[in-house]
C-alpha cells in the first residue's frame, strides 16, 4: 500500500476493501463492547453477589474511561501516526477482554473486574479515537463518503446485535464470555492492520506533549459524566454529586484557560470560532443528546404503558438502530453525489418529522406507530452522521485529523449521558405537574398511575420535538466547507498547523 506523508490514499480496490474492514472491526468491537455487557450484569451481580449499584460500575468505568481518555488519544495520534495507535489500541483492548474474563474469577474479586473494564477501556479509546480521522487521511476525496457510511454502519451493527450475542452467551455460557469473545476479533485485527494500514511519519511538536490539558480534560469529562450518570441513583443534592460537579467545572474551565495558552494545545479550541465548525460539531452532539435520552425512556413507555415484555420491547427499539444502519450506507453512496449539505438538511426534516410524531403518542397508540415514529428518527440519525462527520473532518486541516476526530467521539458518548439525565429531569417535570401525592417522584414507575407516566412522556417528546427544531436550524444554515489539504493535487506531506 502506498502511504503518502499523513494523507496517504488507497489505489485498489483490495487496499480499499482490506483498509476499510479494519477501521470497520473498531467501530464495531467499541460499539458491541458498550452494549453486550449491559445484558450479562443481572448474572454478574449474582456470581459475585452485589447490589444492581454496584455492578452498575461495570457500565460505568467504562464509559468514564473511554470519554476521558479519547480525545488524549487523538491528539496522541497526530504525532506518533494512526498505525501505532490502532494497533496498541486493539492490544490493550484485546488483554484487557481477556484480563476480564479470567482475573475475577480466578481471584474471586469484584474489584478486580472494575480494574481489568478501565483498563480495557483505554484501548478502547485507543481505536475508537481515530476512526474518523483515518477514513479522512487516508481515503481520497471521492471514496471518504462511502468509507464513512460504511465505518458508522458497522458501529449501529455492534450496538443492534451486541445485546442479542450477550444474552445467548450469558444463557449457553458465562458472562466471562461476553469479554472472551473480543479476543479473536482484537487478534485478527492486530494482524490485518499491521499489513493494511499506510506507516505515518512521525510528527514533530513545538512545546511537547500537553500534559496538563490531558489531565485536565480526563479529570472533567469524568467528574462530569460521574455526576450525569450517577445523580438519579445517589440524589442530585448528595455530596458526592455537587462534589463532582464542581470539579468538573473547575477543571474543565481549567482545560479552557490551558488550552487558549498552549504552543500545542490537546484541543484547538480557536476551531470553534468557525461557525461551520462550530455548527456542525453542535448537530452531532444534539442528535445524540436526544438518543441517549430517548433510548433511556422508551423502554419504560414500552413495558409500563404498552406493556410489553422487556424482549419485545428490545425488539421494537431495534427498530432505530437498523434504520439508521440503512441510511448510513444510503448516506455514503449518495454524498459525493448530492454533497453532506443536502443530506443534512433531508435527515433534519427526517428527524423532526419522527419526533412530532413522538408528541401524539398516547396510552392507545398502535406499535405501528411507534416503530414509524422510531424509524423515522433512526433513519435520519443515520442520513445525518455520514455527511455532518466529513463535514467535520474535511473542513480542517490534516494536522488535526487526529483531534477533531477525538472530538467527534466525545460528541457521542458524553451527551448520551447528558441526555440521559435531562430528559429524566423533564420527564420527572410532567409527572409533578400533574401529580396529587408529594412522594410521586420517589415511586418506582410501575407503580404510578399511567396517566401520570404519560403526562412525563408527553413533555419528554415535547422537548425533543424542540431540539430537532435546533438540529434543523443548524443542518439549514450550516454550509459544506473544504480544506485546501484534501482538494486535488493536496497530497503533499505535513505542513505546519493552519487554521
Known amino acids: 500500500m502506498r502511504s503518502m506523508g499523513t494523507a496517504g490514499t488507497t489505489t485498489s480496490r483490495n487496499e480499499f476493501t482490506l483498509l476499510i474492514i479494519s477501521i470497520s472491526l473498531a467501530a464495531f468491537m467499541t460499539a458491541l463492547d458498550g452494549t453486550i ?43 506518533i501516526g494512526f498505525r501505532k ?26 474489584p478486580v473486574l472494575i480494574g481489568s473494564r478501565a483498563f480495557q477501556a483505554v484501548g478502547a479509546a485507543m ?21 464513512m457510511g460504511i465505518v458508522l454502519t458497522f458501529s449501529s451493527l455492534g450496538t443492534i446485535v451486541g445485546p442479542a450475542i450477550g444474552g445467548v452467551l450469558c444463557q449457553y455460557l458465562s458472562w466471562n464470555w461476553i469479554f472472551f469473545i473480543n479476543i479473536p476479533v482484537g487478534i485478527v485485527a492486530i494482524l490485518l492492520g499491521s499489513k493494511v494500514i499506510p506507516a505515518t511519519g512521525v510528527v514533530k511538536r513545538t512545546g511537547g506533549f500537553d500534559r496538563a490539558g490531558a ?67 453542535l448537530i452531532i452532539a444534539l442528535i445524540f443528546f436526544c438518543y441517549g435520552g430517548l433510548n433511556y425512556l422508551f423502554p419504560f413507555y414500552l413495558e409500563y404503558v404498552q406493556h410489553f415484555l422487556p424482549s419485545t420491547a428490545g425488539l421494537i427499539l431495534t427498530s432505530l ?25 433531508l435527515a433534519g426534516i427526517s428527524i423532526i418529522a419522527g419526533f412530532l410524531m413522538m408528541t401524539m403518542i398516547r396510552v392507545d397508540t398502535s406499535t405501528g406507530f411507534v416503530v414509524a415514529c422510531l424509524m423515522l428518527f433512526g433513519f435520519g440519525m443515520g442520513l445525518m452522521l455520514t455527511p455532518v462527520s466529513n463535514m467535520i473532518m474535511n473542513s480542517v486541516a490534516r494536522n488535526y485529523q487526529g483531534m477533531v476526530s477525538g472530538l467527534i467521539i466525545v460528541e457521542r ?24 401525592h408529594n412522594e410521586i417522584t420517589r415511586t418506582a414507575p410501575v407503580n ?10 408527553d413533555l419528554a417528546f415535547i422537548f425533543a420535538f424542540l431540539v430537532g427544531v435546533i438540529i434543523l436550524v443548524l443542518a439549514i444554515v450550516a454550509r459544506q466547507e473544504t480544506h485546501p489539504d ?7 506531506p505535513l505542513t505546519p498547523p493552519t487554521l
Open 321 to 345: 438502530s437498523v434504520t439508521g444502519g440503512i441510511a448510513g450506507i444510503l448516506a455514503g453512496m449518495l454524498y459525493n453525489r448530492t454533497g453532506g449539505r443536502l443530506l443534512c438538511i
Open 413 to 436: 458518548f458524553a451527551p448520551m449521558s447528558m441526555g440521559i439525565a435531562l430528559f429524566n429531569l423533564v420527564f420527572m417535570q410532567g409527572i409533578i405537574t400533574v401529580a396529587t
Open 37 to 79: 455487557v449491559n445484558i450479562a450484569l443481572p448474572t454478574i451481580s449474582e456470581a459475585f453477589d452485589v447490589s444492581t449499584s454496584t455492578v452498575s460500575w461495570v457500565s460505568t468505568i467504562y464509559l468514564l474511561v473511554i470519554s476521558g481518555c479519547i480525545l488524549i488519544f487523538g491528539k496522541v495520534s497526530d504525532g
Open 448 to 457: 404510578i398511575q399511567i396517566e401520570t407516566l404519560m403526562a412525563g412522556f
Open 85 to 110: 495507535v490502532f494497533l496498541w489500541g486493539f492490544l490493550l483492548f484485546s488483554v484487557g477482554s481477556l484480563f476480564c474474563g479470567i482475573l475475577p474469577d480466578l481471584l474471586g474479586s469484584f
Open 486 to 492: 484534501y482538494q486535488k493535487g493536496a497530497d503533499e
Open 215 to 281: 489531565a485536565l480534560i480526563f479529570v472533567g469529562l469524568a467528574s462530569l459524566l460521574f455526576a450525569l450518570s450517577e445523580g438519579q441513583t445517589l440524589g442530585w443534592t448528595t455530596p458526592a454529586i455537587i462534589v463532582a460537579f464542581a470539579l468538573a467545572i473547575i477543571t474543565l474551565g481549567g482545560f479552557i484557560y490551558c488550552e487558549l495558552r498552549a504552543p500545542d494545545p490537546l484541543l484547538e479550541l480557536r476551531l470553534f470560532t468557525r461557525k461551520n465548525f462550530l455548527m456542525t460539531n
Open 127 to 147: 481505536i475508537a479515537a481515530i476512526g474518523p480521522a483515518m477514513v479522512t487521511a487516508f481515503f481520497p476525496m471521492e471514496q471518504k463518503g462511502k468509507a
